[in-house]
């Protein structure tokens, strides 16, 4: 049996993502701003070019409620 956020077309990461952020805003404050707080998160990718590394481009993810 597959899991539910297969069959609708998420990724496992995106699901955990979505669930995170629903929990974020169920919290009350001071508890709410906190892990609003705490949850911003950048990533950096890098991509290759004919097998050469080309700069790396980072990526913020600002959640905002």
Do not use: Q
């Not at 955990?16 to 609003?36: I, S, V």
Request: aromatic share 6%.
């Amino acid at each position: 049996m597959s899991a539910t956020w297969k069959n609708v077309g998420l990724t496992y990461l995106k699901y955990a993502d979505l669930c995170a952020t629903h929990m974020r805003n169920c919290l009350k404050e001071p508890a709410k701003g906190k892990a609003l707080s705490m949850s911003n998160m950048h990533v950096r990718v890098t991509k290759f070019e004919d097998g050469k590394r080309l700069k790396p481009e980072i990526v913020e993810k600002a959640i905002a409620s």
